[in-house]
């Protein structure tokens, strides 16, 4: 790994002479521990070695002064990198560590043209945004080394060989400043103080094929995507079998379920622009992260382990920025956490919300923007206790990584069942206003689970009053349960797809079919539409001749055809009294057999309803 900053505050340091010069064959040796290596063969290497013609010898404690034109490697010892913190009533002179550079670590203090232009333009009436001072101080028990390069000797290098100049310019002369604009939750941070995160970053460079991290590794960086390609995958959950166990088989509905729960975790681990991939054996690729991209950055805020992995397909450079590097930032930044942490909430709800996730199914954006505001990250270590049975309910949780156990008091304790991502649980407690009690006990089963709880007031905002029908839905069928009536399944769009999946089985997929064609008739308000629909209900279900015939007694199927034929104008209730009749047959010959199906486990198991 390397590091590379920029130093604003420019030092005239004089000139070394050739006598100092570290042998070529040394050089070779440091140079092949930095990201330059990636895209040198055995004799580019050398050939680029030899720019690198500078020496700075010092000592542990010392203050190093920098040329702002040279770029610096590390060969020996370490050296800090400290600046002034601020203060309540203005700055002080006082030195605060930010990170340290190691052996093979870049220093690169120059600046492009158009960063001194920037830097140097004074606009009248406008402060001018004045860069934090960057310190280099020798650290470490050995002495150290440093071996510089000056741009012309890299600019005559990269003359020679053209293929090289992109990476070693990305490296060497790109302010990484503009870089670090592109991540969002450092949008409007003042240049002075992107000057000094700069300062901590790295280049990391990676070949082709070759894994970033793996899925459950410990996460202490944030990664930005300089060049070339990076996927991310994670393992098939319906081949591990150290995975929470379901409640219930991996049918088709169940495999959806798994996957979407898979995707989800591309909210811990990417950020910015992405493209989602197809699946193959043993493992899900779940996105494809280009030039622009981050991920990564749950890490410089929760410490858990990365819910996927990351591989190169060509050769990359990543931007890293550490844990405890960007812990140090926020000492002179510190409203940057704030941004983070809302950003990656906006970004859960957001993604819980477009992958269906049951309880976020048709809730409107403003309502996901107000979720995302009220809610709060929660982070709980295995065996703890969430909440008791008997408790009063004053929270309700959405599983984002981990997974709970759900238990009772009864019979000497009873294991319900266990929960993962996308599922949640909590709400029956917290929907009434009067001081309502826990019926079960919650225990995280993981060795660590992220939760978003949301209190009873924003609940009751966000939810309850929303006069949502498909949340309704979700509370009736967890009260229910296998008392739930068919009008209770159809109040929930994936409870039609369900029973729909169930019906085709039974041959009888029409009669669903006519029932939603029928709710979407009546939702209609343009009269020349609705009667286009009319049309069409009418020929392909109703009509002798229907395709899809649906059984209907004879004077409802008269009354209709002499309606249609004979009238210019349709009400939205005109097919109501076929609808029930049809609801009646589906209730009477299918919804029994229904209910003993996969297809009805599966659906309860999707909203998160432990059944007995």
Not at 231 to 256: F, G, I, W
Request: hydrophobic residues 40%; proline residues 3%; charged residues 25%.
């Amino acid at each position: 790994g390397t590091l590379f900053f920029s130093v604003s505050k420019m030092v005239t340091v004089m000139k070394i002479k050739r006598k100092a010069v570290v042998p070529l064959e040394t050089l070779c040796e440091y140079l092949k521990h930095t990201p330059f290596d990636q895209y040198l063969s055995p004799v580019t290497l050398t050939e680029f070695a030899s720019c690198f013609d500078g020496v700075i010898k010092s000592r542990p404690g010392k203050e190093i002064a920098l040329d702002s034109h040279k770029v610096y490697v590390v060969c020996q010892g370490e050296v800090d990198l400290s600046t002034v913190y601020p203060e309540v009533e203005g700055k002080v002179e006082a030195k605060g560590f930010l990170c340290r550079k190691r052996c093979g670590d870049i220093i690169n203090v120059t600046q492009t043209e158009q960063d001194v232009k920037r830097r140097m333009t004074i606009k009248v009436g406008k402060a001018i945004d004045v860069a934090e001072e960057i310190i280099t101080t020798g650290s470490g028990e050995s002495d150290i080394i440093l071996v510089s390069s000056t741009m012309k000797a890299l600019n005559d290098f990269t003359a020679v060989h053209p293929e090289l100049a992109a990476p070693i310019k990305a490296i060497c002369i790109s302010s990484i400043e503009d870089r670090l604009l592109t991540i969002s939750f450092l949008e409007g941070i003042p240049r002075s103080k992107l000057n000094v995160l700069a300062a901590m970053c790295r280049y990391e460079a990676f070949d082709a094929n070759q894994v970033v991290f793996n899925e459950n590794s410990v996460g202490t960086k944030l990664y930005l995507v300089l060049s070339g390609t990076a996927l991310v995958v994670a393992k098939d959950k319906l081949s591990s079998s150290r995975d929470v166990s379901s409640l219930s088989r991996p049918t088709s509905s169940y495999k959806r379920a798994i996957e979407k729960s898979i995707v989800l975790q591309r909210s811990f681990e990417c950020g910015g622009n992405q493209t989602p991939l197809l699946s193959s054996a043993g493992e899900v690729t779940i996105a494809e992260l280009s030039t622009g991209s981050f991920f990564g950055e749950t890490a410089l805020v929760f410490d858990i382990g990365r819910t996927c992995s990351v591989k190169t397909s060509e050769k990359s450079l990543f931007l890293t920025i550490d844990r405890t590097d960007f812990r140090n930032f926020l000492r002179i930044c510190s409203t940057i956490e704030a941004t983070l942490t809302t950003s990656i909430k906006k970004r859960m709800v957001s993604k819980l919300s477009s992958l269906g996730i049951p309880f976020l199914t048709g809730i409107p954006e403003e309502m996901l923007t107000s979720l995302a505001t009220s809610v709060s990250i929660q982070e709980v270590p295995m065996d703890h206790i969430i909440f008791r049975q008997g408790d009063v309910g004053d929270a309700f949780y959405i599983i984002v990584h981990g997974s709970v156990r759900v238990e009772t008091n009864h019979d000497e304790g009873t294991n319900l069942g266990t929960l993962g991502p996308g599922q949640y649980f909590g709400e029956m407690s917290i929907l009434f206003s009067d001081e309502h009690t826990r019926n079960a006990t919650v225990v995280v089963s993981s060795d660590k689970a992220i939760l978003l709880s949301i209190d009873k007031d924003s609940f009751q905002r966000i939810f309850v009053s929303s006069n949502n029908p498909v949340l309704a839905a979700e509370f009736e069928l967890r009260v229910l349960k296998h008392s739930a009536n068919l009008k209770h399944i159809l109040a929930h769009p994936l409870g039609v797809t369900s029973f729909r999946d169930f019906l085709e089985k039974e041959h009888a997929g029409e009669n669903i079919d006519f029932w939603s064609a029928v709710e979407d008739f009546a939702t209609c308000t343009c009269e020349s539409t609705r009667m286009e629909k009319a049309a069409s209900i009418w020929l392909l279900f109703c009509a002798d001749y229907a395709d899809r015939q649906v059984n209907l007694p004879h004077s409802i199927s008269s009354k209709l055809d002499d309606f249609i034929n004979t009238k210019n104008e349709f009400e939205p209730g005109l097919f109501d009294e076929a609808k029930k009749e049809i609801s009646k047959l589906m209730e009477r010959d299918n919804f029994a057999r229904y209910k003993k199906s996969t297809e009805f486990s599966d659906f309860m198991s999707r909203l998160g309803i432990l059944m007995l």
